[in-house]
């Protein structure tokens, strides 16, 4: 984790260290070849990739059988043009959010009643990006 640390690859909470077998679970919910682009950042030649996705959703804490939500959250955002305006790249303090509705609540055991960042409920920690958003 100390390495992590260093290497800038954290922003300070803890990681976990992400091993090829444990990508490879998450890897296993979803049928997406792993080079599949998620979203296209010409303006930090950058892409966000499955595989990537996959490996930060892990660092953060996120659990394997979560990472279809991930998906589905990075997805909306893409169909919802936030990444294009560019407003994680600011000083503004803007953040998307996102709601998680239908029957995955239950089955990942997110929390949708009250104190929805509180204890006990790890679906609802800060583990997707760790800018707040849920895994």
Do not use: K
């Not at 998906?71 to 909306?76: F, I, R, Y």
């Amino acid at each position: 984790m100390e390495y992590y640390a260093d290497q800038g690859w954290t922003d300070g909470l803890p990681v976990v260290p992400v091993t090829e077998s444990y990508l490879a679970e998450f890897l296993a919910f979803t049928g997406r070849d792993p080079s599949d682009v998620l979203l296209d950042m010409p303006h930090l030649n950058r892409v966000l990739t499955v595989r990537l996705a996959a490996i930060n959703a892990a660092l953060a804490g996120c659990r394997p059988e979560y990472f279809p939500v991930v998906l589905a959250a990075w997805e909306s955002l893409v169909a919802e043009r936030y990444p294009a305006r560019a407003i994680w790249q600011s000083t503004t303090g803007t953040a998307p959010f996102l709601i998680v509705n239908g029957p995955v609540r239950a089955q990942i055991g997110l929390n949708s009643q009250g104190n929805v960042f509180g204890s006990g409920f790890r679906a609802n920690a800060r583990s997707a990006g760790r800018s707040g958003s849920a895994c």
